[in-house]
């Protein structure tokens, strides 16, 4: 049930990761020339805040739906979605804790990440952080490119997990990125049901200073907070 909890969470959260790319990988070495050219540049990404928007894509609904947000994020193991205007879920981590909120219902999820190593919840993590890599060997390691095109403005990756049990649920992943100072521009998820979920940032700040408080939950007596074992 918690690894359901997460997918759930991720499937309304998620940020992560590019946006759509056409086109084959080229054989001469381009694409992978790109992609390593991006993930040099994240070795300097310190913290980031963007606000976003992000379009949900179902297949029993004739209509996306959408909703606005704010991302924080800080080197190694920090980040901080806020989706919805006024804010109605959050997904957090604050190092050692992944965090599941629901503040109209104040209700929190609390996942203690010390401990897990592989299984779904690290692929979920991987996933949350693949937007800001700080490591592009470890990032080959866990997604591969297949398929990329570029204009003079934009370059756009196609990836997928290298593990069968994270492909299972999200076959495939997308990154945007601006040509110009290497920017993530847009992310896109693709899910097992055929659903996707695109994430559009705009006005990002690179290595802004962040206030640690950012990462820590406020959660006043009335919340309901539980802790369920995180799934490995």
Do not use: C
Not at 40 to 56: N, Y
Not at 93 to 99: I, M, V
Not at 130 to 158: D, V, Y
């Amino acid at each position: 049930m918690a690894s359901r909890r997460i997918v759930g969470a991720l499937r309304i959260l998620l940020l992560l990761t590019g946006a759509g790319g056409g086109g084959a990988v080229s054989a001469d070495g381009v694409a992978d020339a790109a992609l390593d050219r991006w993930l040099d540049a994240q070795a300097g990404l310190t913290s980031w805040k963007s606000e976003f928007v992000q379009t949900r894509h179902l297949e029993a609904l004739t209509q996306p739906l959408s909703a606005p947000g704010t991302v924080w994020f800080v080197a190694p193991d920090r980040f901080r979605w806020e989706l919805g205007r006024p804010v109605r879920s959050i997904a957090l981590r604050d190092g050692s804790n992944l965090w599941m909120l629901s503040p109209p219902l104040k209700r929190a999820e609390r996942y203690e990440l010390a401990t897990v190593a592989q299984g779904p919840m690290k692929d979920a993590l991987t996933l949350l952080d693949s937007g800001f890599p700080r490591n592009g060997a470890e990032f080959r390691k866990r997604f591969e490119l297949l398929q990329f095109s570029g204009t003079n403005a934009t370059w756009m990756f196609r990836l997928r997990p290298r593990s069968l049990a994270t492909r299972r649920l999200l076959p495939a992943l997308s990154l945007e990125v601006r040509t110009n100072d290497l920017a993530l521009v847009a992310s896109e998820l693709e899910f097992s049901d055929g659903s996707r979920m695109r994430n559009d940032f705009t006005g990002s700040e690179r290595n802004p200073s962040i206030p640690p408080d950012t990462f820590a939950p406020v959660l006043d007596p009335g919340w309901k907070i539980t802790t369920p074992a995180a799934p490995r």
